[in-house]
């Protein structure tokens, strides 16, 4: 295989991504899911920059001068000439756009991470949690020290007193588990490769289920948990917001695709106790008939 086309190889290994991270949704739990995708993701966006880069340079090492910055007595010469200068330009190219529009994404994320954490500063605050007066119903996670858990006054009003419990332990998960780093590389990897766009959205998704699972076993009721999701992303809906998208919170993502998953958990293990029941009742019958054969055979006492 010619050169230019080994590295073609890495630039499309990504386009996969995001079928094989649904598969991985599905079949892992949350939390091993979210560990999975991010790492993966980011190995497929460095071997992207990597791939970007080394055509770069390539077709900068045919350039005299650069060939002499590099101390090359001669221009680098590759099979394939006519193939390898246009791909260098296209891939300097793209490098350039992901990087602005990465810039992009950091400013305004960095812009609204501050906006929120200074108004967050603004409100009373009891232990981690802040309320904060407005018309519009939000509740979020906000990374940083000290952890902080933002909740309007709009949202409060929209759930009872156990949904909140419900809500509150939800977005407490978000920053125990440290979710805004796996967001944070979800964005870095999705501005590297379009393909990756679909697998920073799985990556949410995790994030959400992994907090999902987290209130539900903080409260102890999965149902509470799920109707709790639901009233506050309904409530949310038609709220339009200007948060980072590395604040995670309980009304993003498929919502009701994770409360069905919340609520489906539930129906598994009252399943899986439907089955160990007989089972368990089956092999005591058994013991108990296999001590009366012994006895009947004069091998036990009665």
């Known amino acids: 295989m ?6 073609l190889v890495p630039l499309l290994a990504p386009c996969v991504a ?24 980011l190995l497929l966006a460095a071997g992207t920059v990597a791939t970007l880069g080394t055509l770069t340079l390539t077709g900068l090492l045919h350039v005299p001068a650069f060939a002499a910055v590099g101390e090359l007595v001669h221009p680098l010469r590759t099979p394939s000439e ?12 793209l490098l350039t756009l992901a990087a602005l529009a990465l810039g992009r994404s950091v400013v305004r994320q960095t812009a609204g991470l501050r906006t929120a954490r200074s108004q967050a500063g603004r409100c009373p ?11 519009r119903p939000d509740a979020y996670a906000l990374p940083g020290r000290p952890h902080r858990i933002v909740v309007t006054t709009a949202m409060l009003r929209s759930l009872d007193a156990r949904e909140r419990e419900a809500l509150f332990a939800h977005e407490r998960a978000h920053n125990a588990g440290g979710h805004h780093y796996f967001l944070a590389a979800a964005e870095l990897a999705a501005h590297c490769h379009p393909a990756l766009r679909p697998v920073r959205e799985a ?10 699972e987290a209130a539900a076993s903080r409260v102890g009721d999965r149902r509470l948990t799920a109707r709790a999701i639901a009233r506050a992303a309904l409530a949310a809906h038609s709220a339009d917001t200007d948060r980072s998208a590395v604040t995670p919170a309980a009304t993003t993502g498929p919502v009701p695709r994770r409360v069905a998953a919340v609520v489906a958990d539930r129906i598994a293990q009252t399943a899986r106790s439907a089955a160990i029941l007989p089972a368990t009742t089956a092999a005591t019958s058994a013991v108990r008939v296999h001590e009366d054969i012994e006895v009947a055979q004069g091998e036990a006492g009665g």
Request: hydrophobic share 60%.
């Open 82 to 93: 006519w193939l390898v200068l246009p791909l260098a330009a296209l891939a300097a190219g």
């Open 18 to 41: 995001p079928l094989l991270a649904r598969r991985v949704l599905d079949r892992c739990p949350p939390v091993a899911a979210l560990w999975t995708l991010t790492v993966s993701a």
């Open 125 to 135: 605050a009891a232990g981690d949690l802040c309320v904060v007066e407005s018309a």
């Open 203 to 212: 990556i949410r998704l995790a994030a959400e289920r992994a907090a999902d």
């Open 2 to 7: 010619s050169f230019p086309l080994v590295l």
